[in-house]
């Protein structure tokens, strides 16, 4: 089974903090996505990737960067953290039209 | 752009009632159609998808969906919910070969009473 793994399952950090969510997957998969889960609003995407350095703005990408430098590993980046950007966030590996999802990281910007 | 609309955010049940949860989406050309669902505290499953062929899709934990071109529809049909499918239930759309991810709608969350 493709796993999807988010190096940390909760996070707690202070407003204007750059804040790094971790993200690696093990089956060679070339695309690779972040999204953000908060309630009544379902998933929604931030950015996405293609390939090694090639990135996408999904479809809420203000307040956020992403660095992807090796294949299996896709990094979000919260330049200056807001409140407004507590959320759970998940990360999500695509091969085809099969999708994997990891199992989140639970942000809060205090 | 591409939309998803889940018709109903609370749905309540009494366990051995049949379920039905709306979704539509705006999308006019060919498109891959999912529905996934969260257990609380727990990462994201995927129940059943949707690619070309038969509309009518089974799926795990004896969940089916049936796409509806004519109405832009996926509804996710169960005839007889348990007391342990109470969770978020996500319809989510993508277009071409999945390279541009899914849009999801905002969820159903179904509660189902013992």
């Known amino acids: 089974d493709v796993k999807v793994t988010q190096s940390s399952r909760y996070l707690v950090k202070r407003t204007g903090e750059k804040v790094f969510l971790e993200c690696v997957q093990d089956m060679d998969h070339e695309n690779m996505f972040w999204y953000r889960q908060d309630p009544g609003l379902g998933l929604r995407l931030i950015y996405f990737?293609?390939?090694?350095?090639?990135?996408e703005k999904g479809d809420i990408p203000e307040g956020y960067s992403v660095s992807r430098e090796k294949k299996e590993r896709f990094s979000l980046i919260l330049e200056s953290a807001s409140t407004n950007q507590t959320s759970m966030y998940l990360c999500?590996?695509?091969?085809?039209?099969?999708?994997?999802f990891g199992s989140g990281t639970r942000l809060t910007v205090v | 752009a591409q939309s998803v609309s889940q018709h109903n955010h609370h749905v309540i049940l009494s366990e051995a009632a049949s379920l039905e949860l709306g979704c539509n989406y705006s999308y006019g050309g060919t498109v891959n159609l999912f529905w996934y669902v969260q257990y609380p505290g727990q990462h994201l499953q995927l129940l059943l998808k949707?690619?070309?062929?038969?509309?009518l899709v089974k799926g795990i934990k004896g969940f089916e969906a049936e796409f509806i071109k004519s109405k832009f529809s996926f509804n996710l049909r169960k005839p007889s919910v348990q007391w342990s499918d109470t969770a978020e239930y996500f319809c989510?759309?993508?277009?071409?070969?999945?390279?541009?991810?899914?849009?999801f709608g905002k969820g159903t969350h179904l509660i189902i009473q013992p």
């Open positions: 949707y690619f070309s062929g038969d509309p």
């Open positions: 990737s293609y390939d090694v350095k090639m990135k």
């Open positions: 989510a759309v993508n277009s071409g070969g999945g390279a541009d991810g899914l849009t």
């Open positions: 999500a590996s695509s091969f085809r039209r099969g999708y994997t």
